[in-house]
């Protein structure tokens, strides 16, 4: 396995459209994360999932954010009606259970989205 | 509420010299600490990382950890900084419940320049 893998690296997209990112976690991890982080800051937490089940969202997540893990593998975040101010990098990662022996999160490469 | 604070945002440092990143962290229960390093176009690379134990910890790249819980301080270091550490350096610490992992907690980054 090489890591964390997301696609597309980079997305330009207009003000009003639509956008859906993939990430890919390291096969044997079963929780999955995606964070938001904009130039000069760290990562914000978005949401998580173990499997398949969203375990938590963050109030940063707006109705427009959408994510999905539909069978415990990769996971999907789309965004509805982009604005400009969603322009950031997207980031997932992966990790064990606590107590599995893995205990940190290993990240993609993300995802940076343009919204022009 | 949990929080992480690295007090320098940008640091210049000669090669060779010596390189100290501070980081404080609010967490109410044993804090699982973190340092991460990005790289311009790569993605977020786990230095080091502290649960328990030994307050020094050893991570690549010939980083090294401190945890002073009287100060709740985990600052990074390194005695001989190359001029290929320049990056952006985050502290994160590790929100769990019930023994799950359930997302990370960022500081703001430290942008470390290294003169030659």
């Known amino acids: 396995d090489t890591g964390v893998s997301q696609n597309p690296r980079h997305k330009i997209t207009k003000r009003g459209q639509n956008v859906t990112f993939r990430c890919d976690p390291i096969s044997e991890h079963n929780r999955l994360y995606w964070y938001r982080q904009t130039l000069g800051q760290g990562p914000e937490f978005l949401t998580y999932?173990?499997?398949?089940?969203?375990l938590e969202k963050s109030r940063l997540l707006s109705d427009r954010f959408s994510a999905e893990r539909p069978k415990g593998s990769f996971s999907t975040l789309e965004i509805q009606r982009t604005e400009q101010g969603d322009s950031a990098m997207y980031l997932c990662a992966s990790s064990s259970r606590w107590g599995e022996g893995e205990v940190e999160q290993y990240f993609g490469p993300g995802t940076r989205l343009t919204v022009t | 509420a949990q929080s992480v604070t690295q007090p320098d945002i940008h640091i210049t440092v000669s090669e060779g010299a010596s390189l100290e990143l501070r980081c404080n962290y609010s967490y109410g229960a044993t804090p699982y600490l973190f340092w991460y390093v990005q790289s311009p176009g790569q993605g977020l690379q786990l230095l080091l990382k502290y649960f328990s134990g030994d307050t020094l910890v050893q991570g690549i790249k010939g980083f090294e950890a401190e945890f002073k819980r009287s100060q709740s301080s985990f600052n990074l270091r390194k005695p001989s900084v190359h001029w290929s550490d320049a990056a952006e350096y985050f502290c994160a610490v590790g929100e769990v419940e019930a023994g799950n992992n359930r997302k990370l907690i960022w500081g703001l980054g430290t942008s470390l320049a290294v003169n030659p």
């Open positions: 999932f173990q499997n398949e089940a969203q």
